[in-house]
């Protein structure tokens, strides 16, 4: 069965930097466009970053352009988020998207980031 599991998260003051991970498991994962998205609270959830499932293409969101970095890792199964200069209102619970060809849309558990002094 698909199987995404986040960690990295945690308290981290402004200007500091966290990596999140996805492993992921239950399916061919270079068949999968791979995403991240986030939920801040009384908030949507709404896409960061995003990759390619052939071309590793990326996409961000405008307010995470420059300090965020997407990457995969098809021999690890692995998606990351690297996050630099963080800020208070990147706060939120970060969840790992798979899009997955002929097969559907899967979700991780999340994992808490809080930015705060």
């Known amino acids: 069965q698909v199987q995404l599991v986040e960690s990295g998260g945690g308290l981290v003051q402004p200007g500091g930097s966290l990596r999140l991970s996805c492993a992921t498991s239950g399916f061919t994962f270079s068949s999968a466009a791979m995403s991240w998205f986030r939920q801040g609270p009384g908030k949507e959830r709404d896409l960061v970053a995003r990759i390619g499932r052939y071309d590793w293409n990326t996409n961000y969101a405008d307010s995470v352009k420059g300090r965020f970095t997407i990457s995969r890792d098809n021999v690890k199964n692995t998606v990351y988020l690297q996050m630099n200069s963080l800020k208070p209102e990147d706060t939120a619970q970060y969840f790992c998207?798979?899009?997955?060809?002929?097969?559907?849309?899967?979700w991780g558990q999340g994992t808490q980031v809080t930015v705060s002094a």
């Open positions: 998207n798979a899009n997955i060809v002929f097969n559907g849309e899967y």
